[in-house]
């Protein structure tokens, strides 16, 4: 069986393989007698007929993994690709019938993409390609050589894409050692995903110039005339180019797992509501005056520039024709992002000249500072966005403690997108979007990291060290290849023993943001006692080191699967309050798990927790009296002698005095919180006045009363520091929650 070229379609038959690519299910309309039967094998009811059922199921993981990838190649333009996966083609001059079959392949008018897809169903799945590799490695290159029969001078190039799986550091290496291969994650197809959904068929520029980079493009004239000019010691050239031909050698460097090779990436991902109100603007005549920034990635020894000597000899500009590089990726876009892609699909992406900046060979750190002048003075770069930039702008810093800074945030990023962390795929970098996996941000890991003993601290605007951090080098790679390490091997203990848990994401109490920061400063409170423990002044092993903190890991475990609804309540606490709640939360479960994580500090923490939660329970009856008290001041506002008829002898009394000793208050600001529930039963103001407003929480005023006399009680012990009973803490907060609730 020769290659099967009738199986490369276009036109409408590539728009029909489309439409069943792009449906996850399988569908088949069967006789009602057999619906029973097939239910039970899962397939769902998508439709009742008379006679009839049409029944539908997800089709394979691995099957719908090729479609995505396959979807995303057809939407970005590609005007060619295999209608189903039974393409096959020939890899024998000698025996034509001996073939390959091939996931996916793409073709437009300069490129060819061959792409191999496997899928887990289970994220994180660990298992070798070895064989794969090593049949793509022998037959691919025979592939091309048959595909470039049908269709000549084009450009290849091989992607082996995975979803959910882990590749091993072998066939990383292997696929790195492969002339014309490339490695997708899921990220990078994620990244693809989102981009082409924004940009359309103009996402192929970005794929493009990712895969040949720096190759030349066929038939590209981008010749224009320019002035050469210098500003703040840097060579720049201002000219006008007609977009379409920009966004070929055009390259947006986004924040993303996708673009890891290439940091420092700076942009944040372009927003599809914007990039169509500017298309629009666009169609309707709109224009831009102001210049897009680009940096041209050649030496300017490379770029030629042909000027007129004889004129305008007395300027340092110049005045003539830049020879643009016609080649993939040499322009990356420092600013304007959204305007350049505006043009792309619009009706004058050729007939338009936008002006353009650029300067050459600009060093990547410069590129994100001046990408963060001009944004941060408009408010667009978000915060974990900033914090991923500072981590290349502050790695070669002149202070120590802002290369400390780099580190720790390059530690938040590695712990995300290394396939070997247990935080993999769960840290919200850059342009990543958050979801329901993705919860943890560089900040939270940022600020635990730094809670931490690891690192050497520094006196204030020296680099003098005053305290020694114990896993520090003193040099950035070598601190940050063991902190990770050792971090990895940590977390490693906590999602293996707390398995379930753990894979709760977001709706559990572990892999969550706070979760996660609390986690990170256990781990450093575990490193701190051993290495005072043991006189221990510097790491130098971690594998060995963590073998000494297993005891305390076995035993946070335990403590973690078997906290109170109180601790689980407290460790789903937000925001910067939370972080001290969570860590004070793991310190007393942890010390009560195992005694011997313990210290003179661990010990005034365990104390304190008591008389901060007092602090809390003072905090929430406050808040309750507050309510309350309003209610009765509203209840009382329009009552003639509210004091004399609704109010306790005993209360009326204090008040007249107090009012008597002080008349720029209202009486009503001498109510106190004991004097509620008193109040509230006096006489008939249960009835007329509070009976509704408590119904929220009690049937009937004994229930109301006895309650209100125990938060009055409960208020007075917390602020003498008195020990509170859990079952009080309890009252507490359900009351809190039934009439404050999220604030």
Not at 124 to 147: C, Q, R, V, W, Y
Not at 306 to 325: A, C, M, Q, Y
Not at 546 to 556: I, M, N, S
Request: hydrophobic share 35%; aromatic share 10%; proline share 2%.
């Amino acid at each position: 069986m020769a290659t099967s070229w009738d199986l490369l379609v276009e036109g409408q038959e590539l728009e029909e393989a489309y439409k069943l690519r792009s449906n996850k299910y399988i569908e088949e309309t069967v006789d009602k007698s057999l619906v029973e039967a097939r239910l039970a094998q899962g397939w769902e009811i998508k439709k009742e007929n008379k006679n009839t059922t049409v029944l539908r199921k997800e089709k394979p993981v691995g099957e719908q993994f090729e479609n995505e990838v396959w979807c995303i190649l057809k939407k970005m333009g590609f005007k060619v690709l295999n209608k189903n996966n039974q393409f096959k083609v020939s890899i024998s001059s000698d025996n034509p019938d001996l073939t390959k079959q091939i996931d996916i392949v793409a073709i437009d008018d300069e490129t060819c993409l061959l792409v191999e897809c496997k899928a887990a169903s289970t994220l994180g799945t660990k298992t070798s390609f070895k064989t794969e590799l090593e049949s793509m490695d022998s037959n691919f290159p025979k592939a091309k050589i048959e595909l470039s029969k049908k269709y000549p001078g084009l450009k290849f190039k091989t992607i082996f894409a995975t979803k959910n799986y882990v590749l091993g550091d072998k066939d990383q290496e292997k696929i790195k050692d492969l002339k014309g291969f490339v490695y997708f994650d899921y990220d990078t197809v994620d990244y693809y995903h989102q981009l082409v959904e924004h940009l359309g068929a103009a996402a192929k520029y970005q794929l493009l110039g990712n895969l040949f980079a720096k190759q030349d493009i066929k038939g590209l004239d981008v010749d224009v005339p320019a002035i050469k000019s210098q500003m703040g010691g840097l060579t720049y050239y201002a000219f006008t180019i007609e977009p379409e031909k920009l966004l070929k050698i055009a390259y947006i460097l986004h924040r993303n797992n996708a673009n890891h090779d290439l940091m420092p990436a700076y942009q944040r991902l372009i927003k599809k509501d914007r990039l169509n109100d500017i298309r629009k603007f666009i169609n309707d005549g709109g224009y831009f005056p102001n210049s897009i920034i680009i940096s041209l990635d050649v030496k300017e020894s490379e770029l030629s520039f042909s000027f007129d000597k004889n004129k305008f000899e007395n300027t340092r500009s110049k005045i003539g024709v830049l020879h643009l590089p016609r080649k993939y990726q040499t322009a990356y876009v420092i600013d304007g992002q959204h305007r350049l892609y505006g043009y792309s699909g619009s009706n004058y992406e050729g007939k338009d000249s936008i002006p353009v900046v650029a300067f050459v060979n600009l060093d990547k750190n410069l590129q994100v500072k001046m990408f963060m002048d001009i944004n941060e003075k408009q408010k667009k770069v978000s915060k974990t966005l900033r914090n991923t930039l500072n981590m290349d702008l502050l790695w070669n810093a002149e202070k120590a403690s802002d290369r400390k800074t780099a580190v720790v945030l390059s530690l938040a990023e590695k712990l995300g997108e290394d396939s070997r962390s247990p935080l993999y795929g769960r840290v919200i970098l850059g342009e990543n979007s958050g979801n329901e996996i993705r919860t943890v941000t560089n900040e939270f890991i940022k600020a635990a990291l730094l809670k931490t003993s690891f690192f050497n601290e520094y006196k204030k605007n020296s680099n003098d060290i005053t305290v020694p951090g114990y896993f520090d080098k003193n040099d950035n790679d070598k601190t940050h290849e063991i902190v990770f390490r050792f971090l990895v091997k940590s977390f490693d203990y906590v999602k293996d023993y707390c398995a379930d848990e753990w894979n709760k994401n977001g709706k559990g109490y572990i892999t969550t943001n706070i979760g996660i920061y609390g986690l990170i400063t256990i781990f450093g409170e575990i490193v701190d006692l051993i290495c005072k423990r043991d006189n221990i002044t510097v790491i130098n092993d971690a594998d060995e080191f963590v073998k000494k903190c297993e005891p305390f890991y076995l035993a946070l475990c335990d403590a973690l699967l078997n906290m109170s609804e109180e601790e689980i309540k407290a460790m789903r606490s937000i925001g910067e309050p939370g972080k001290k709640i969570v860590r004070t939360t793991l310190i007393v479960a942890l010390h009560r798990a195992c005694p011997e994580f313990t210290s003179e500090r661990i010990e005034e923490i365990v104390e304190e927790s008591e008389r901060s939660y007092n602090s809390d329970v003072i905090y929430k009856i406050s808040k309750m009296g507050d309510l309350f008290l309003g209610w009765i001041k509203d209840a009382f506002a329009n009552v003639n002698d509210w004091l004399k008829n609704n109010i306790p002898v005993n209360i009326k009394e204090r008040i007249v005095l107090q009012s008597f000793e002080d008349s720029t208050k209202s009486q009503f600001d001498f109510l106190e919180f004991k004097d509620i529930y008193e109040i509230v039963k006096y006489k008939s103001n249960w009835t007329e006045f509070f009976k509704d407003k408590f119904a929220t929480a009690f049937s009937n005023q004994v229930e109301a009363v006895k309650a209100l006399m125990t938060l009055s009680m409960v208020k007075t012990d917390a602020e003498k520091e008195r020990a509170i009973t859990k079952q009080d803490r309890k009252t507490i907060d359900d009351l809190y929650e039934k009439f404050i609730g999220d604030e």
